[in-house]
């Protein structure tokens, strides 16, 4: 987790789009720091690409089957910090990204601020929805969905609204190992129902995408 200083590697195989990401990073407050740009995932596994907090990731990459899930799905079982940022509006693209566990979606229309607010949430594992993803989510009520406990859906809340685990085990009540105990229930729900939510991030976007939450209670 970032807690100053973040870093970044963008892929992207358009200059202008690489260019103009850069820009943004560098006029940021604080200024975000671009440490490696290329036109393929092989720049993100090489340094210094491969230490950066932020993975910011174009779908569509040249010499790759297209959307390139493969090399997003990669990254992700890495451990990494995955940005979607694609010309893609679909919804179904958004969900897809989400469900292979990237931390969020945004479309290139969206702009600076949003790509700046969601690096920053990123790189310090907090949740970030943009309009184009909480549109794709508000849409999506998903039939498969874990049968929750109250309790369950309570910690989930509490957590998704507070800024660490032992904020919101205060105010629950709890102990911070009970309130771990509850949300690793609920990621095996998840998981058994073939829908892993590996990071706070992916449980946001299930929460939401079951209609337990709204973008608006976040």
């Known amino acids: 987790m970032a807690t100053g200083h973040i870093t970044v590697t963008v892929i992207d195989d358009h200059p202008a789009v690489v260019a103009g990401v850069e820009f943004w990073y560098s006029t940021a407050d604080p200024p975000i720091e671009v440490v490696a740009t290329g036109p393929t995932a092989k720049v ?5 690409g491969d230490t950066a907090d932020v993975v910011v990731f174009d779908l569509q990459l040249p010499g790759q089957p297209t959307p390139a899930y493969g090399d997003l799905r990669r990254l992700i079982d890495a451990g990494r910090q995955v940005i979607v940022y694609s010309m893609r ?50 849409t999506n009520r998903r039939s498969d969905r874990p049968r929750l406990s109250e309790r369950e859906e309570n910690v989930l809340l509490q957590w998704f609204q507070s800024e660490s685990k032992e904020l919101a085990a205060e105010k629950l009540g709890i102990t911070t190992g009970t309130l ?8 095996v ?30």
């Open 89 to 138: 509006e679909d919804e179904q693209a958004a969900l897809t990204c989400l469900d292979l566990g990237a931390f969020t979606f945004l479309t290139k229309a969206e702009g600076k601020a949003h790509l700046v607010a969601a690096t920053v949430a990123a790189a310090s594992d907090l949740p970030y929805t943009p309009p184009a993803l909480a549109g794709a989510l508000g």
């Open 44 to 48: 993100a596994w090489t340094p210094p």
């Open 189 to 218: 729900k998840y998981a058994n129902v073939g829908r892993q939510a590996r990071t706070k991030a992916a449980l946001v976007a299930r929460a939401i995408q079951d209609g337990l939450i709204e973008v608006d209670d976040l």
């Open 180 to 187: 771990s105990t509850y949300l690793d229930r609920v990621r």
